[in-house]
């Protein structure tokens, strides 16, 4: 792999040569300029992995050279240096598209860190564009299901991305996905020989959540009868996926940053090292800076877990995949059920894709599963849909799948002729808590109580299954028996 290069913009004699010297330390290739006029000369000559830019230069604002970075190559990462920081000059910086802020004098550790970090994510960058030249369309990709433009660039970061060793966070509101995605990543990456461990931390009460981490010995406290092994020495080799990672509680977040920097760790009441060698991925449906900036989680634990980021979008961003997905839903529903179903009618579709779909992907799921246990048929018409789902609505003449073309286009219910059948007085809604209860139950049931076969049948990962059967209150003992 070619060296990285990367371009300083420093007027400092001190400074200027402190770069240079790290920087070839470091293994880069150092490029440092003093004037705004040095900096466009250097600028138009090559291209760059990463700029570090001082804001005040003899001859230019540091800010309109960030300007004209974004302007023509809006993909290199450009760090603002300056020894006058500010909150609201990080802000504009940010606004105008910088990496990252740093102040003088410099932590050089974590300077080195940064430029790490801003060096892999432009490549990344370079690598997701040329595939997005030469790949076509897809409408599946491992476990995901989509043809929209935000999902093909989605796979093609998650090629690049898993077979690294790269920390990834994934983020969306519920119900999007997320947990597909790390699933996808594992299954791409070198350590797919083992099963991904997944921990939701949401899910896990704090006082115990240190021990389900790192483990803990033999009588470190009351009713630890045996020594439990915990989720990061059983990812050994494998991956590691921290759910919910911003529910964590404050307190083990340090000792989760100390595990990712020094990648070993003590189980409770213990005093032996035990050393793995984990990928860690975590995911969020808050926005993490936010959480940050409220002082709920860790700014340099953040930072650790985030050197990638994945976005994974709403459903309502990408309508041309409604369709799609719900017929998706509707064969693998139908062939788990025994049921006859094959498709769904044009007026259903157009139902389908008005609804903004608050729940994402899981709820459009739910919609489907309910129709096809309410219904018989072989065709999912409007009136099976919820009630909520179904008004009185014309479906225009050249409406087809192919009509939901992007994001910002959403059909808009006509009143007038030839309408879609309204609910016909059914006034019932079930909540969709317990659509999922009885799916969950009835998964069991045909599994015989068996949650490896349940979570594999259901998508879902074993910590999302447990919540739920400790939520709902289910037994599984109860469906064993019947085997």
């Not at 369709?323 to 157009?350: C, G, M, W």
Request: glycine share 6%.
């Amino acid at each position: 792999m070619m060296v990285a290069a990367i371009l300083v913009v420093e007027d400092e004699d001190i400074l200027h040569r402190l770069f240079i010297y790290n920087l070839e330390k470091w293994e880069y290739e150092a490029v440092a300029v003093k004037t705004g006029a040095e900096f466009r000369e250097q600028y138009k000559r090559r291209t760059f992995d990463a700029i570090l830019l001082d804001l005040k230069l003899p001859d230019a604002d540091g800010m309109d050279l960030l300007v004209e970075i974004k302007k023509h190559n809006p993909d290199i990462p450009a760090v603002i240096m300056t020894a006058y920081g500010t909150i609201e000059l990080a802000v504009e910086a940010m606004k105008y598209g910088a990496y990252d802020f740093i102040t003088k004098p410099f932590d050089w550790a974590k300077l080195q860190v940064t430029i790490k970090n801003a060096v892999e994510r432009h490549r990344l960058t370079q690598r997701l564009t040329r595939l997005e030249q030469t790949l076509g369309r897809r409408k599946r990709f491992q476990s995901i299901v989509g043809v929209n433009e935000k999902m093909q660039a989605l796979y093609s970061i998650i090629e690049n991305v898993a077979p690294s060793n790269i920390s990834v966070m994934i983020t969306g509101e519920s119900g999007t996905g997320k947990e597909l995605v790390a699933q996808a990543i594992h299954r791409l990456s070198g350590r797919r020989d083992r099963e991904i461990v997944d921990v939701n931390c949401a899910a896990i009460p704090a006082e115990l959540m240190e021990s389900e981490l790192f483990g803990h010995e033999r009588g470190s406290f009351t009713g630890a009868n045996q020594r439990h092994i915990g989720c990061c020495e059983r990812a050994d080799k494998s991956t590691l996926f921290l759910d919910e990672i911003c529910e964590m509680d404050i307190s083990l977040q340090a000792k989760l940053l100390r595990f990712l920097q020094e990648r070993y760790f003590q189980r409770v009441g213990g005093k032996e090292r035990v050393y793995v060698d984990t990928r860690i991925l975590s995911a969020t449906n808050k926005d993490p800076l936010e959480v940050v900036r409220q002082g709920q989680f860790r700014e340099d634990l953040f930072y650790r877990l985030n050197v990638v980021t994945i976005e994974v979008p709403p459903l309502r961003e990408r309508r041309d995949d409604i369709p799609l997905l719900a017929q998706h839903f509707l064969e693998t529903v139908s062939r788990e059920n025994d049921k006859p179903f094959r498709e769904i009618s044009k007026e259903a579709a157009y139902l389908l894709s008005c609804h903004d779909w608050p729940g994402n992907v899981r709820e459009l799921q739910n919609a489907v599963v309910q129709a096809v246990a309410l219904h018989s048929g072989t065709t999912l018409a409007a009136e099976m849909l919820p009630p909520a789902m179904r008004r009185e609505i014309t479906i225009p003449a050249d409406f087809t799948v192919s009509t939901l073309a992007g994001p910002d286009i959403r059909p808009e219910p006509f009143q007038d002729s030839s309408t879609v059948p309204s609910d016909g007085g059914e006034t019932q809604i079930i909540p969709l808590a317990e659509t999922e209860k009885n799916e969950i139950e009835r998964a069991l049931r045909i599994c015989l109580g068996n949650t490896g076969e349940v979570c594999k049948n259901l998508g879902i990962s074993q910590a999302t299954l447990y919540r739920k059967i400790k939520e709902y209150g289910l037994k599984t003992a109860q469906f064993k028996e019947k085997k």
